[in-house]
């Protein structure tokens, strides 16, 4: 009922479930752990994935049935400079189960938009991601991606959220280059659209106040 008060006042609703699947069965077993059990196809390993997955299946359902526009999924599979894993290992361990929870939120729901995080470098995985049924990546950390590169591959398949750094460019960037940046990014995204040029994460408290305000008078100011 609440959900259908929020669509009648025309408000757009979203619902987090960010950690879906590796990342919360990393944190109950431990991260090499799971990495060994993967790799050594050890039966417990698989058994806690398919329990985590169908946990998050349970949670898809429940927000696609009440409603929600977009469900926000994610778990971290990249890091600084590389993946996390291989390749192969995500597409036999990770892939197919993110797909089953998508694909149970969709049964109910068709038009429902999903997008997924993870930090890092991933475009080992985007392939993956898109095949599993994501319509929109974030942040695509530009620390670790080039996002003209990968608006280039992607863009007609992706919308994308993010691309604005919080490692570099805005604690330590001047206001003129977070406006630069900001416009430079909104311009790769062009007419098309696709893109919600924000921060790659939370603003820490190094952040300066004057590259907040800049970055949104350059949102304001972007002109296709």
Not at 1 to 17: A, D, N, P, S, V
Not at 76 to 85: F, N, S, V, Y
């Amino acid at each position: 009922q609440e959900f259908e008060l929020f669509h009648r006042e025309g408000k757009f609703i979203t619902q987090y479930m960010q950690c879906t699947i590796w990342e919360q069965s990393w944190y109950l077993r431990g991260m090499e752990n799971m990495m060994i059990g993967m790799y050594s196809d050890d039966p417990f390993t698989f058994a806690l994935l398919d329990k985590v997955t169908e946990i998050a299946c349970t949670k898809a359902e429940i927000f696609a049935s009440a409603g929600a526009d977009l469900i926000f999924l994610g778990d971290d599979i990249g890091m600084q400079q590389t993946a996390m894993m291989s390749r192969e290992m995500y597409q036999a361990c990770l892939k197919p189960r993110l797909k089953k929870v998508i694909d149970r939120a969709r049964a109910i729901n068709p038009n429902v938009l999903i997008a997924y995080h993870s930090c890092g470098k991933v475009d080992l995985f985007i392939p993956d991601l898109i095949e599993a049924g994501i319509d929109i990546l974030n942040p695509v950390q530009p620390e670790c991606m080039d996002f003209k590169v990968i608006h280039s591959q992607y863009g007609s398949q992706l919308s994308f959220w993010g691309t604005l750094g919080t490692q570099q460019l805005f604690p330590f960037g001047t206001p003129d280059e977070v406006y630069r940046q900001t416009i430079a990014n909104l311009d790769i995204a062009g007419k098309k659209g696709g893109l919600l040029a924000t921060p790659t994460h939370l603003l820490e408290p190094e952040v300066p106040l004057e590259n907040i305000l800049t970055y949104l008078k350059a949102c304001r100011d972007f002109q296709c």
